[in-house]
């Protein structure tokens, strides 16, 4: 079995700096991987960042960098030079290796971004 | 290319009816994947197809149901509809079944049921 929790419902960030969406996990599988997905008003959900729970080097892509912190079953999202076009809902999720699809997802944190 | 398309975008129900939503992966993938997302919520899995064969469920009641077509297109079909069916269902795809893919969604069937 696999929970995902987002404690952040809603957060804010001044455009141009930094800001941190907080994610725990627990899973039952030893062969997992975590992602960060967003959702912008136009519902189509767009992945941001993929890290392989055997990696230790946090994955990182341009602005978005994540804190993996697998002992605490914890999974941060940064973004730094925060832009308008990230506010969104942003999801935490994991899948198993082998679970043939199947996503379990946080329930998600809004961010807004303020010019 | 193409990306994951889903119709309809918008549909309006009422109880009891029944619903059927389509789902045309991106060209290549063999895996298709459906999600209910409630408003305001995390998105539920459903169902996983790979290569035709059902190999995922989720904790949904025997009136959703699923198949995929030997072009790996997929419909969604539910059954007496609640009210609390009312949500976003989401389709996705990916090349192969298993986790370490990455899934591209679709932008979702909005369904209304009244």
């Known amino acids: 079995a696999q929970t995902v929790t987002q404690s952040q419902p809603e957060m804010s960030v001044q455009e141009a700096e930094t800001v941190t969406l907080s994610c725990t996990y627990d899973t039952s599988e030893s062969d997992y991987y975590l992602f960060w997905y967003k959702q912008p008003p136009s519902r189509q959900m767009i992945l941001v960042i993929r890290q392989e729970a055997y990696k230790q080097q946090n994955a990182t892509e341009n602005r978005f960098s994540v804190n993996f912190q697998k002992a605490a079953k914890s999974f941060s999202l940064k973004i730094s030079d925060s832009q308008l076009g990230d506010a969104a809902m942003y999801f935490c999720a994991t899948a198993g290796g082998t679970s043939y699809g199947k996503l379990t997802f946080g329930q998600g944190t809004i961010l807004t971004v303020h010019p | 290319d193409a990306g994951v398309t889903q119709s309809p975008t918008h549909l309006i129900k009422t109880r009891g009816q029944q619903v059927t939503l389509r789902c045309s992966p991106i060209?290549?993938?063999?895996?298709v994947s459906w999600y209910q997302q409630v408003l305001g919520q995390g998105p539920q899995f459903i169902f996983q197809y790979y290569e035709k064969e059902e190999r995922g469920r989720g904790n949904f009641p025997d009136r959703f149901s699923a198949r995929q077509f030997p072009n790996y297109s997929s419909e969604l079909n539910v059954n007496a509809l609640l009210l609390g069916d009312s949500a976003l269902y989401l389709c996705?795809?990916?090349?192969?079944?298993?986790?370490?893919?990455?899934?591209?969604f679709g932008a979702g069937s909005r369904l209304t049921v009244l």
């Open positions: 060209s290549g993938h063999k895996s």
């Open positions: 996705a795809s990916s090349f192969l079944g298993s986790g370490a893919n990455v899934l591209t």
